[in-house]
């Protein structure tokens, strides 16, 4: 089982900018694809990215299609969700996933999951 840590959310006004880390202190996080997925209050968890093995990125969520960017760290065992032009509607907890093979928009995909990070964005 791989264990994910989230790190990097909080509180930014509407148009601020955030990165969010998700790191594995036991597990090499090259061998997995990484997915990061968001969840609001009331609402279904949210497929946002997911970032390959290869290093190629894949985006799901059309609303943050030029905006968030996925990239990783080899060297620092890392993936960042680097994510500018918040809006109030970003506002949620985002999770980062792993899966051991290919990227997936859907939740179910994926076998390990971090705690959550929880992004505010104000107006």
């Known amino acids: 089982q791989v264990q994910l840590v989230e790190s990097g959310g909080g509180l930014v006004q509407s148009g601020g900018s955030l990165r969010l880390s998700c790191g594995a202190s036991?597990?090499?996080?090259?061998?997995?694809?990484i997915g990061w997925f968001r969840q609001a209050p009331g609402k279904e968890r949210e497929g946002v990215s997911c970032i390959r093995r290869s290093g190629v990125s894949e985006y799901y969520a059309d609303s943050v299609k030029g905006r968030f960017t996925v990239s990783r760290d080899n060297a620092e065992n890392t993936v960042y969700l680097q994510m500018n032009s918040l809006k109030p509607e970003d506002t949620a907890i985002y999770y980062c996933a792993a899966v051991r093979f290919y990227c997936s928009g859907f939740a179910s995909s994926y076998t390990d999951w971090g705690q959550g990070t929880q992004v505010t964005v104000s107006l």
């Open positions: 036991e597990f090499t996080l090259v061998n997995y694809a």
